[in-house]
């Protein structure tokens, strides 16, 4: 059965992105086509051709002046309203709201009002709006946009999947007006993904180097076999004794799971922040090839400095490829995530999307867990500087194993990271949502940390 085209009339103001949330929203998410008719109005309605009945919505982001747009005048107020839903939902958090607004959702005869401005904040959210108007005091060390920075954190409501919340109002609003449409729930997925900052422990590194984390064995860890099991890959340089080396206990778990592993690989230069392993040494070789004959995939991990140079991204990615093709490996997923999460509003999503890669996972804040986009549901991106929606798909990263129990961040317990996890896997089933999850491949030290693993993967399945 055809599904019936939504008529949506909207002020003649900021079509690009007015088209762009649509389409996110109706034709993404809903599965819906829609045609954009802009008139002389100042409100939203919503309706089907040669039906009944309409929804109305008030435009308040789009319907910002030029001079406020863009900059922290067109934030969102705080707190943020709290509007009262159907009985026994939490209330709606709405973004843009009128002052009077009082209920999430009215109806009268055959029209429907949504009291907040729906569109406006999910295109708040999927286009990281506020980042874009972030000042540097508002960056972490590394140029990040922290979640303590986020609007989100200080409402609470990072572990909340709005966007996806406002299109479950949306489409009951649909399924209420026009009974015909009806859209079946989405399904719960996993997307186990592994960024590979470092390959090896011993295999290809500099002997001072493993001296050193030797030396760490048996002064900090009062581990004497994993000295010796370092000390002997080294000389051996015998890949399949090497600690990092956890690419077949990855993907049997993942194949246990019904999922496939997804391993960003690096090509960058060595800096104080990466690595800087050879993608091309003779020992990851036969790891690539049986990664690819495995049917799991093998994405990017742009380094550390992409981020602010983005000539970088084409010589780390043609490095990536010819090393690629020198072991054998005719196709890879063309998906990426931004060493330290290093996303910047202004260019990253462009130059991947230039660059012909189609899938990125780096939108997830590095020091909490959460729907940063308000979703976890794949989208395509916005680009700003041209107004133009891409081919790029964002995955938003829900959770990095360094969030939970790194000192740096989160340092909680590990009883306590598992149910954060749990907590997640929760809310993603209950909106038939995907959950991304970044686990990295050098955490598997110690027998605790690879029993924590195989608790996660029953967590999440």
């Excluded at 462009?350 to 909490?368: M, P, T």
Aim: net charge negative; with cysteine; hydrophobic share 40%.
């Amino acid at each position: 059965m055809t599904a019936p085209e939504i008529i949506v009339r909207t002020p003649d103001s900021r079509l690009a992105e007015r088209e762009y949330v649509l389409h996110v929203i109706l034709t993404d998410f809903l599965g819906l086509p829609f045609t954009l008719a802009p008139q002389a109005r100042v409100d939203v309605e919503l309706t089907v051709r040669g039906e009944n009945g309409d929804i109305r919505l008030p435009d308040i982001l789009f319907a910002l002046p030029d001079e406020q747009w863009g900059q922290p005048a067109s934030l969102p107020a705080e707190p943020v309203s709290r509007l009262a839903a159907a009985p026994g939902s939490a209330p709606v958090a709405a973004l843009y709201c009128a002052t009077d607004a009082e209920t999430a959702v009215r109806s009268r005869d055959t029209t429907t009002w949504i009291e907040f401005d729906l569109l406006g904040s999910c295109f708040y959210l999927l286009t990281r709006y506020e980042e874009r108007v972030a000042a540097k005091t508002d960056l972490d060390e590394h140029g990040r946009f922290p979640a303590r920075s986020s609007l989100l954190l200080r409402e609470q409501l990072l572990e909340r999947p709005l966007v996806d919340e406002y299109v479950r109002l949306l489409r009951d609003a649909l399924e209420k007006t026009w009974p015909e449409i009806t859209q079946p729930p989405g399904q719960y997925r996993l997307s186990i993904t592994h960024d590979i900052d470092h390959p090896f422990n011993a295999c290809g590194q500099p002997f001072s180097r493993v001296v050193r984390r030797a030396a760490g064995d048996i002064l900090k860890r009062r581990n004497f076999k994993a000295m010796s099991r370092r000390l002997g890959t080294f000389f051996s340089q015998n890949p399949d004794t090497d600690p990092n080396n956890t690419f077949d206990l990855l993907m049997d778990q993942s194949e246990a799971a019904g999922t496939v592993s997804r391993f960003h690989f690096m090509a960058a230069d060595a800096t104080r922040f990466d690595s800087g392993y050879d993608i091309a040494m003779p020992q990851l070789r036969p790891i690539l090839k049986r990664i690819s004959e495995r049917n799991h995939e093998i994405g990017w991990h742009p380094g550390y400095r992409t981020s602010d140079d983005s000539s970088l991204f084409r010589t780390e990615k043609l490095r990536l490829e010819e090393a690629l093709g020198r072991a054998g490996v005719s196709d890879w997923a063309h998906a990426s995530r931004q060493h330290y999460l290093r996303w910047n509003p202004h260019t990253t999503w462009r130059e991947l999307d230039k660059l012909g890669i189609r899938i990125d996972s780096s939108v997830g804040f590095a020091d909490q867990p959460g729907f940063r986009c308000g979703t976890s549901r794949p989208f395509p991106v916005f680009d700003w500087s041209r107004s133009l929606r891409l081919e790029l798909r964002e995955q938003p990263l829900l959770v990095m194993d360094a969030t939970l129990d790194g000192a740096t961040y989160m340092g909680l317990d590990w009883n306590s990271a598992l149910q954060k996890i749990a907590d997640l896997v929760a809310v993603c089933k209950h909106h038939g949502s995907p959950m991304t999850l970044l686990w990295h491949n050098d955490r598997f030290q110690t027998p605790e940390a690879r029993q924590q693993y195989l608790d996660v993967m029953q967590t999440v399945r």
